[in-house]
Nanobody, 124 residues
């Protein structure tokens, strides 16, 4: 059974940084594209970032490009999201997701396994 467990969320002031982690188990981690999504209150879940199997390729939503960095450690079965220059509009529950196979993807429907989410709140 695939399990994804996020950590690292919290309350931070605008301009600050946070690093989210997602520990994966129950899957061959290096065979999965990993992604981060977020859902703000009253809004749908949206794509933030994704990373390919080796970690060599990434893609980002325009709203986070240049501020967020996704990375992975296949030896530790963990994916990270470094978030810098945070803005109040980044406030959301952040979800880690896994998608079997090659090729970067960004649609929620492409990801079959999800974590429970971690809250990120950015105060102005």
């Amino acid at each position: 059974q695939v399990q994804l467990v996020e950590s690292g969320g919290g309350l931070v002031q605008a301009g600050g940084s946070l690093r989210l982690s997602c520990a994966a188990s129950g899957l061959t981690f290096r065979s999965y594209v990993m992604g981060w999504f977020r859902q703000a209150p009253g809004k749908g879940r949206e794509f933030a970032a994704a990373i390919n199997l080796s970690g060599a390729n990434t893609n980002y939503a325009d709203s986070v490009k240049g501020r967020f960095t996704i990375s992975r450690d296949n030896a530790k079965n963990t994916v990270y999201l470094q978030m810098n220059s945070l803005k109040p509009e980044d406030t959301a529950v952040y979800y880690c997701a896994a998608s079997y196979g090659v090729g970067l993807r960004s649609r929620t429907a492409d990801f079959g396994s999800w974590g429970q989410g971690t809250q990120v709140t950015v105060s102005s």
